[in-house]
């Protein structure tokens, strides 16, 4: 019995342990990475992978973007006050539309359910959409 | 073949019950609505609870058959894509933590909890091919440990009470 109770406190340590190590570690990263960015330029927008547009960020603006296999579904992105948003979205989790604004290199507003991601770049805008293959 | 009986009725019994946190997840509000994600995983205390009680063969059945319903009753294909990844890879990771019997349910609970969010972003990753999303990991990765903990300590007391009960 005694052993056993021993037992139970060595694996309490170990568990107050593993989460210290996992919250410190992580607090950690995201000091490095809260630190390290950097306020973006441009707008990407990236259906099924591809890269179907990019825009300034600059430039205040909204576009409806088709997503979805056949065009069938829409996002609208709103760029406003150098911060992109997706401000409307016919999803059926709104994720993207509760996601705050971003503005800073490598951040994403992602629709998972239309396999939408727009993402914060320092590349310079090409304008207009192209054709999405 | 009474055992057999008693066993299928028993797994039935806690799928329904895994399946009914699901739903009461599904309808909670998000706890943060900046960072979607963030989940207790509270369908996970029957899958762990299950996972000590009987062994790994039953929480992988009680598991897939809980997948399989969500995905049918409030989910489609492209959710269960992401809640297999989380399942597998939180299960695999749970069973070796268990297996190294250095932790208890609350360690292997935050293990698991941080593997579900592991294998979600991973797929993720896979599906939008970029790498971009990867810090998300780190703030799940805190939440996690929180929910895992709470996830944890609800499954320990719920093995007790049943301890004198065989299954």
Redesign the interface.
């Known amino acids: 019995m005694k052993n056993n109770n021993s037992q ?1 406190n060595q ?2 340590r ?2 107050i342990i ?2 210290v190590v ?2 410190l ?3 950690a ?2 000091l490095l ?1 809260v630190f390290n960015r950097e306020q973006g330029t441009t707008v990407s927008v ?1 259906v099924n ?1 591809t890269q179907i547009a990019s825009y300034p960020l600059a430039e205040n603006r909204e576009v409806p973007i088709k997503t979805g296999d056949n065009d069938e579904h829409i996002n609208v992105l709103v760029i406003k006050d150098g911060k992109a948003s997706i401000s409307e979205a016919d999803c ?1 989790d709104k ?1 993207c539309v ?3 604004a971003v503005s800073y290199a ?3 507003v ?1 629709c ?2 239309h ?1 939408l ?1 727009i ?1 914060i770049t320092n590349q310079n805008a090409d304008g207009g959409i192209d054709v999405a293959v | 073949m009474k055992k057999d009986i008693r066993r299928y009725a028993v797994l039935g019994l806690v799928t329904a019950v895994a399946l009914v946190l699901s739903y009461v997840e599904a309808i909670l509000p ?1 706890i943060w ?2 960072v ?1 994600g963030i989940k207790i995983g509270l369908p996970n205390i029957i899958i762990i609870f299950i996972l000590y009680k009987t062994g790994l063969k039953d929480a992988i059945t009680v598991s897939a058959i809980r997948l399989f319903l969500v995905a049918l009753l409030f989910g ?1 294909a ?2 269960l894509i ?1 809640s297999v990844a989380g399942a597998v890879f939180s299960l695999a990771l749970m069973t070796l933590c268990k297996k190294v019997n ?3 349910m ?2 292997v609970s ?2 698991g909890g ?1 593997a579900h969010n592991l294998g979600q972003i991973l797929v ?1 990753m896979a ?4 790498s ?2 990867g ?1 998300y990991m ?2 799940l ?2 939440t996690g ?1 929180i929910a ?2 709470f996830v ?1 300590l609800v499954a320990s007391v719920i093995l007790k009470r049943f301890e004198k009960i065989k299954l």
Do not use: C, H, W
Request: aromatic share 8%; hydrophobic share 45%.
């Open positions: 139970k694996k309490l170990n568990d593993l989460a996992i919250v570690i992580a607090t990263g995201l990475f990236k992978g059926p994720i509760e996601t705050r490598g951040e994403t992602v998972l359910p396999k991601v993402e | 998000p609505s900046a979607p489609n492209m959710t992401y250095l932790f208890s609350v360690g935050i293990v941080i993720a599906i939008f091919e970029t971009q999303i810090y780190l703030i990765s805190i440990t895992g903990v944890g």
